[in-house]
């Protein structure tokens, strides 16, 4: 009996998780919508962002091409809880956190070394079908930047 009671807690706990995740809007596929978008010339462009779950976090996955035109790509895996995450792939930053806002807004922190280089707020509409992502910080030529990249759902 207590054996049957664990396992039907922890499936409790699973589907629970996955239907947090699935409710989130910022999950699923993103692609740059570049006509409404401002980004600083010589800037990185992150063509298309993916948010999927990967366990208990979640992994965040960007590809696009760097200020020079070639290509670029970075992963993150963690928990929108505010907290520090390693990020692979990225020459700017070694560490990225995102923290919940709200429903549809999160806010994110970049670091290179424990400093900060990278802030901004990602807010998607209540539709769900677009995602805004303002951004601002140090580029890695020591060059600030600001950028507004407008994604839509795929």
Known sequence: MRTRTIILTLVLCFVTGAFCLA???NM????????KSKIA??????TTVVYEAAGDK???????VDGE???AHNEWTGNFDGKDYPVTGDPTSDTRSYKQVDEHTLELTAKKDGKVTTTGK????????TRTVK???TDSKG???????????Q
């Open 28 to 35: 699923g596929t993103w692609k740059l919508n570049e006509a």
């Open 41 to 46: 010339p010589g800037g990185v462009k992150n």
């Open 69 to 71: 035109g070639k290509p």
């Open 122 to 129: 990602i807010d998607v509409s209540h539709d769900g079908k």
């Open 23 to 25: 409710s989130n809007p």
């Open 58 to 64: 979640i992994k965040v996955t960007v590809d696009g």
């Open 135 to 137: 951004t601002h910080g």
């Open 143 to 153: 060059n600030k930047f600001e950028n507004t990249a407008v994604y839509d759902k």
